[in-house]
T-cell receptor
Framework: DSGVTQTPKHLITATGQRVTLRCSPR?????VYWYQQSLDQGLQFLIQ???????AKGNILERFSAQQFPDLHSELNLSSLELGDSALYFC?????????????FGAGSRLTVL | GEDVEQSLFLSVREGDSSVINCTYT??????LYWYKQEPGAGLQLLTY?????DMKQDQRLTVLLNKKDKHLSLRIADTQTGDSAIYFC???????????FGQGTTLQVKP
């Protein structure tokens, strides 16, 4: 157990639907990151939050949004889902954003869009 | 730009050394990382190296960094079947703390 908790572990839904993925960071970590892992795209950085504020944005689609709440947990919202959104979504957390910034990953949420 | 390249597959025999290579683009990356992903699991940190170092050794793992060529390698000595996994290198562009990963190298260890 890495200390980063992601729910749900598996999710199957239909095209056009909306889902929310949840992440609880490791205790003491202020920064949360979301990554998408698919077979053809590898591990893509989506977005990063630090202490409730957005800090960096990657290749995140406009249909996707995220936030980090005051208790530091984070949610990734995926809407108008397409078949190509099927992937493993990882959350990671770290203490800060500088130095040897070690990210601790959760086990991932596997999304299947049918 | 932010781009990390790795070869996709490496196969070795148990007991041999494995060398996984990576090239990155952002010369401002202060730290470079190696992560391991076992089947059905998230990524786990293996090791990292500060950009002003050429080499770092940690038990069976040796990391070599050629900053001029932006080339990073991970050597696993005496590779075991339990080392079979996907290995990712990552750079840290800008000062946000985010990591940019390569596509991962699948290491297959044959008995």
């Amino acid at each position: 157990d890495s200390g980063v908790t992601q729910t749900p572990k598996h999710l199957i839904t239909a095209t056009g639907q909306r889902v929310t993925l949840r992440c609880s960071p490791r205790s003491g970590d202020l920064s949360v990151y979301w990554y998408q892992q698919s077979l053809d795209q590898g591990l893509q950085f989506l977005i990063q939050y630090y202490n409730g504020e957005e800090r960096a944005k990657g290749n995140i689609l406009e249909r996707f949004s995220a936030q980090q709440f005051p208790d530091l947990h984070s949610e990734l919202n995926l809407s108008s889902l397409e078949l190509g959104d099927s992937a493993l979504y990882f959350c990671a957390s770290s203490v800060g954003v500088s130095g040897a910034n070690v990210l601790t990953f959760g086990a991932g949420s596997r999304l299947t869009v049918l | 730009g932010e781009d990390v390249e790795q070869s996709l597959f490496l196969s070795v025999r148990e007991g041999d050394s494995s060398v996984i290579n990576c090239t990155y683009t952002d010369s401002s990356s202060t730290y470079l990382y190696w992560y391991k992903q076992e089947p059905g699991a998230g990524l786990q940190l293996l090791t990292y190296i500060f950009s002003n170092m050429d080499m770092k050794q940690d038990q069976r793992l040796t990391v070599l960094l050629n900053k001029k060529d932006k080339h990073l390698s991970l050597r696993i000595a005496d590779t075991q079947t339990g080392d079979s996994a996907i290995y990712f290198c990552a750079e840290t562009p800008s000062n946000t703390g985010k990591l940019i990963f390569g596509q991962g190298t699948t290491l297959q260890v044959k008995p």
